[in-house]
C-alpha cells in the first residue's frame, strides 16, 4: 500500500500556528506519511509586518517554506490546517486561499480528502471553536471527511478539551500556555489513520 500523502497548511503571523504544523509534520513523518508543509501567501502591507517585530521576525525566519498551491490539495490524501483565529473566524488569508480552489472543488478533486484543523487564540475563549468550525463548514462543502480528533486520546484533556481540533491560547510574550504538542500529534496519526483507512 502507497504512503498517505498529508499536506499541512498554515498561517501563522509571529510563529504560534507554525509550531503547530512543524509538530504535525514530525508526527505525520513517525507515521509513515508522505508530508508537506506549506504556508498560505501572505496578505498584509508590508508596512504592517514591519511595525510588529515578533510577526517580521518570523516573516524572514520562515521566507524558504514553500507556498501553498492547489497542487498540493490536489496532491494529497490528508490535509491538516493550522490557523490563529481572527475575531472567531479564519484569517483573511487562509480564507482566500479557500476561495480560490472553486477549480479542484467543481472538478471533484476536493472530495474525500481527509481533514483536520488546529487553531491558536490570545485568550482561552478567543474564539478557537468557532475558527475550526468555520473551516469544516467549508470542508463539508468540498465533500471532505472530517478527522476530529473528538475525545479519542486522554492528551485532549491535558490540552484544553477541544475535539474539534486541537487549540492553544497563547500569553501576551507569545508563549503557549497550554501544552498542546501531545495533543497535535495524536491528532495528525488520527488523521493519516483515517486517510489510511479510506484509501484501503
Known amino acids: 500500500m502507497s504512503k498517505v500523502k498529508l499536506a499541512i497548511i498554515?498561517?501563522?503571523?509571529?510563529?504560534?500556528?507554525?509550531?503547530?504544523?512543524?509538530?504535525?509534520?514530525?508526527a505525520g513523518k513517525d507515521a509513515g506519511a508522505e508530508v508537506r508543509l506549506v504556508k498560505?501567501?501572505?496578505?498584509?502591507?508590508?508596512?504592517a509586518i514591519a511595525s510588529n517585530s515578533a510577526?517580521?521576525?518570523?516573516?524572514?525566519?520562515?521566507?524558504?517554506?514553500?507556498?501553498?498551491?492547489?497542487?498540493?490539495?490536489e496532491w494529497a490524501d490528508?490535509?491538516?490546517?493550522?490557523?490563529?483565529?481572527?475575531f472567531g473566524n479564519l484569517p483573511s488569508q487562509m480564507k482566500q486561499f479557500l476561495d480560490m480552489q472553486g477549480g479542484l472543488w467543481s472538478t471533484g478533486k476536493t472530495?474525500?480528502?481527509?481533514?483536520?484543523?488546529?487553531?491558536?487564540a490570545g485568550n482561552a475563549h478567543g474564539g478557537q471553536e468557532a475558527t475550526i468550525l468555520s473551516l469544516y463548514t467549508s470542508m463539508m462543502h468540498w465533500g471532505a471527511?472530517?478527522?476530529?480528533?473528538?475525545?479519542?486520546?486522554?492528551?485532549?484533556?491535558?490540552?484544553?478539551?477541544?475535539?474539534?481540533g486541537t487549540s492553544v491560547t497563547v500569553d501576551q510574550d507569545g508563549n503557549m500556555v497550554e501544552n498542546v504538542e501531545e495533543a497535535v500529534k495524536h491528532q495528525a496519526k488520527r488523521t493519516i489513520d483515517i486517510a489510511t483507512k479510506i484509501n484501503a
Not at 498560505?40 to 508596512?47: I, K, N, R, Y
Open 55 to 73: 510577526w517580521k521576525a518570523h516573516v524572514e525566519a520562515t521566507k524558504d517554506v514553500p507556498e501553498a498551491t492547489s497542487a498540493d490539495l
Open 40 to 47: 498560505v501567501p501572505e496578505l498584509a502591507p508590508a508596512e
Open 145 to 164: 471527511v472530517i478527522a476530529a480528533p473528538g475525545y479519542t486520546d486522554a492528551v485532549a484533556f491535558a490540552a484544553g478539551g477541544n475535539p474539534y
Open 111 to 120: 472530495v474525500n480528502k481527509v481533514v483536520s484543523g488546529m487553531a491558536s
Open 10 to 26: 498554515y498561517y501563522s503571523s509571529t510563529g504560534t500556528n507554525y509550531q503547530l504544523a512543524k509538530w504535525a509534520e514530525e
Open 78 to 86: 490528508a490535509i491538516i490546517f493550522s490557523v490563529p483565529t481572527r
